[in-house]
């Protein structure tokens, strides 16, 4: 088996600062229904692209076209540069696309070695006579894990026996060292407290910092301010805000993913309320406003 420590690290090295994965009006379509329409995304070396929005937003389309569990419909899905449409989530995989579910893909009982490895094992041995090399896939699982800033006492431990901050940032590791180039993680803190969410948020900029373009699924405004380059917010199914951080404040991602503009629209109704404080409440035209300035600043710099 080809060691794949060097060709990810050369993998994840910022070259020129292009997009390695872009989306240009990109849609798709289920039949009559339009799950998603119009939306234009650039993933950056080295940098966190936070994609924010409620259920139903568009989000899991998003990461099933991008990860190549679907196909777009419409629109350009670009690697490199280069038009692709993958037919595979394998075929993105083997573009430095990997993607870390909410459930890990991990077997609870296996231990941590093993799931590191888990349908890539290192053999040893001429055939038939192969087996796992063991120790070396316990050795290259530790060494990647510290280089990711993560300390294990015992690597032969069940991994469901470690917390979900753990075992998200075990995932994160295992997809860095196979060589991803473009990291999806779909909402890694939505089942985690606060330290924990804590956790992986230390370890996406421990990804970014390594090379990484990292693609952050969250319905959480507050753990994507913390970690994020950019933020692009949808809104059933179309693109509401894309913004670079010195763009957006977090109050105002806030309320766009909070759906602010539609509050906005009925804060006069609600005032009428007994118990609502609309005081806090945004007007809609400067929400408006900030979405349009954004587009057109993000539009100025991509030409």
């Not at 629109?75 to 995989?93: K, M």
């Not at 796992?132 to 530790?142: H, N, P, Q, S, Y």
């Not at 990647?144 to 901050?165: A, C, F, K, W, Y």
């Not at 997809?175 to 779909?186: K, Q, S, T």
Request: aromatic residues 4%; contains cysteine; charged residues 20%.
């Amino acid at each position: 088996m080809t060691n794949t420590s060097e060709a990810a690290v050369s993998g994840t090295a910022v070259s020129d600062g292009a997009p390695v994965v872009e989306l240009d009006n990109a849609g798709k379509a289920y039949g009559n229904i339009r799950a998603l329409h119009g939306v234009s995304l650039s993933v950056h070396p080295g940098k966190v692209t936070c994609v924010l929005g409620d259920n139903g937003a568009g989000k899991s389309t998003l990461i099933k076209i991008i990860s190549g569990l679907h196909q777009h419909t419409e629109g350009e899905f670009l690697v490199d540069g280069r038009p692709v449409r993958f037919n595979t989530p394998r075929e993105a995989l083997d573009a430095g696309i990997a993607t870390v579910y909410q459930d890990l893909a991990t077997v609870p009982l296996m231990p941590v070695w093993r799931n590191f490895f888990l349908g890539s094992e290192i053999t040893k041995g001429p055939w038939p006579l192969r087996r796992l090399d063991i120790e070396k896939m316990k050795e290259t699982a530790g060494q990647e894990l510290r280089n990711m800033g993560i300390v294990l006492d015992d690597l032969d431990q069940p991994i469901g026996t470690l917390s979900g901050g753990q075992r998200q940032c075990v995932a994160i590791a295992r997809a860095v060292y196979f060589g991803a180039r473009v990291l999806i993680l779909d909402e890694p803190t939505a089942a985690l407290g606060v330290k924990q969410s804590g956790v992986v948020l230390k370890y996406i900029a421990a990804a970014r910092d390594r090379g990484l373009g990292v693609i952050f699924i969250t319905h959480n405004p507050h753990h994507a301010y913390m970690v994020g380059d950019h933020f692009s917010v949808l809104r059933l199914g179309t693109l509401e805000l894309s913004a670079a951080r010195d763009q957006v404040s977090l109050e105002e991602l806030t309320n766009h993913m909070a759906g602010g503009t539609e509050l906005a629209a009925l804060k006069h109704e609600l005032a009428q309320v007994r118990g609502v404080d609309v005081e806090e409440l945004p007007e809609a035209e400067d929400l408006t406003a900030t979405a349009t300035a954004t587009a057109t600043a993000t539009k100025d710099g991509a030409a």
